[in-house]
């Protein structure tokens, strides 16, 4: 092995590999993905300290008064032990573990990538980036069909800076508008956080209500027109399905519309 060969690989010239192959591209949150990853030796030996997948998402937060996007960990799987890499090697190292309930949706300027890496002692450590689709799950389905069932359709979803929720640095923003049914015309917007829990879906909701002469034109600008409030759908209501849920949702919104 020689030393130019050693200091090439270092700097990532002529160093390992990795490739991560899935069985498919579209998931929800709460399943199972499995799918191979593929390690090839580089010109030299090297020794490779874990194989790691990260969970990623982009979040938006003001610095500055500038919006700017970082990037976030949802979380992070080791799927290898230690092990030698011989130049030229081929390795394929299967996984499987279930994405995080708390992954995002890949709609709106949300993307949701897997990231995979190799942990190599003294060089540049190779990595892979595949981005996959996030779609809700049953329950998540339910929950979105009943707003649409209460003439909400949803306008704009983003990722961002909300450390106040405690579980994480960032959170998605659901913003639905009232296009039809006994909100249109009550309401500006309705901003929806889904927060999928393990036999239930907590929602975090902020009802703006349209402003109604000079007094409520003063409570818009004062952004006292808002109004947030929690609220939890059991598995029995998502089971039932939409019409449930809805029922549900506008129990909680009528009060503040």
């Keep these: ?8 690989a270092s700097i990532g010239i002529g ?3 990795v490739d991560t192959l899935l069985e498919k591209q579209r998931y929800e ?15 030299v030996e090297q020794q490779v300290d874990t194989i790691y997948i990260s969970v990623m998402t982009q979040y938006v937060k003001e610095v500055d008064d500038r919006k700017v996007y970082q990037s976030a960990e949802i979380s992070k799987m080791r ?6 890499l011989q130049p030229g090697e081929a390795k394929e190292i299967p996984f499987a573990f279930a994405l995080p309930l708390s992954t ?6 949300t993307p949701v990538w897997l990231k995979t890496g190799l942990d190599i002692k003294s060089a540049v450590d190779p990595t892979d980036d595949d981005k996959i689709e996030v779609v809700p799950n049953a329950g998540m389905r339910a929950v979105l069909d009943g707003i649409s069932e209460l003439g909400f359709r949803l306008r704009n979803a983003d990722c961002e800076y909300a450390p106040r929720f405690g579980y994480g640095s960032f959170v998605q923003e659901l913003e639905f508008v009232p296009v039809s049914g006994s909100y249109r015309g009550r309401l500006d917007e ?10 239930s879906i907590d929602l975090f909701l902020q009802v703006d209500r349209r402003a109604r002469g000079l007094g409520g034109l ?3 600008a004062m ?12 598995a029995g209501t998502l089971s039932r399905g939409p019409s449930a849920v809805a029922a549900a949702i506008d129990s909680v919104i009528r009060r503040y519309a």
């Design 223 to 234: 952004d006292m027109d808002e109004t947030n409030v929690r609220c939890s759908i059991d």
């Design 15 to 17: 160093s390992a590999q």
């Design 29 to 43: 949150p709460g399943e199972t993905l499995r799918g191979v990853v593929k390690v090839k030796g580089g010109n």
């Design 1 to 8: 092995m020689s030393f130019f060969n050693r200091m090439m």
């Design 218 to 220: 003063f409570a818009e």
């Design 79 to 84: 799927v290898a032990e230690p092990f030698r």
């Design 190 to 199: 309705l901003e929806v956080i889904l927060s999928p829990q393990a036999s």
């Design 104 to 109: 995002p949706l890949t709609v709106g300027r």
